[in-house]
C-alpha cells in the first residue's frame, strides 16, 4: 500500500471513529465514513492484546498486503480504519484479503466495476 493511502494523523483517526460507522467479521472490524470527494485513506489498528510488537507489527503488514490490491474499487472519499481482532493472528493471508473484501461490501464502499477493468474493456473495442 502506498503511504499516500493512510491516514497518518491522530486528528484524522479520531474524526473516523466519530462520524464512521462500524462493521464486523470474525477478524476484523470495519469503521468508514464517506465523504463527497478526496482519495481514499485507510489507517489500521492493532491493539496490545494481539500480542508483542512482532506479532503486531506483522498483522499491520499482512493487512497493507491485502488491501493493497482492493484500493482501486474502493469509491472516492473513503476513510477506513481496519481493527485488528484476535483470531486474526492465526488467520491466513487469503482469509484476511476475503474478510476485507467482505467488510467493504457490506459496507457498501467497492464500486461495480473496478476501473481496471474498464481500462481494459475501452482498449479491446
Not at 464512521?20 to 468508514?32: D, E, F, T
Not at 508483542?52 to 503488514?61: E, F, L
Not at 472516492?76 to 493472528?89: E, N, S, Y
Amino acid at each position: 500500500m502506498k503511504r499516500c493511502y493512510s491516514l497518518k494523523r491522530n486528528k484524522e483517526f479520531r474524526r473516523t471513529y466519530r462520524v464512521g460507522r462500524s462493521h464486523g467479521a470474525k477478524c476484523m472490524v470495519l469503521i468508514s465514513a464517506l465523504r463527497n470527494k478526496g482519495e481514499v485513506k485507510i489507517g489500521f489498528s492493532v491493539g496490545k492484546k494481539l500480542g508483542n510488537a512482532v506479532v503486531r507489527n506483522r498483522v499491520k503488514r499482512r493487512m497493507r498486503e491485502a488491501i493493497t490490491p482492493l484500493i482501486p474499487q474502493i469509491k472516492d472519499g473513503a476513510k477506513l480504519i481496519f481493527i485488528a481482532r484476535q483470531p486474526i493472528v492465526e488467520e491466513s493471508f487469503i482469509n484476511i484479503s476475503q474478510s476485507m473484501r467482505y467488510l467493504l461490501k457490506k459496507a457498501e464502499l467497492l464500486c461495480e466495476s473496478a476501473p481496471q477493468d474498464a481500462q481494459g474493456e475501452r482498449d479491446t473495442q
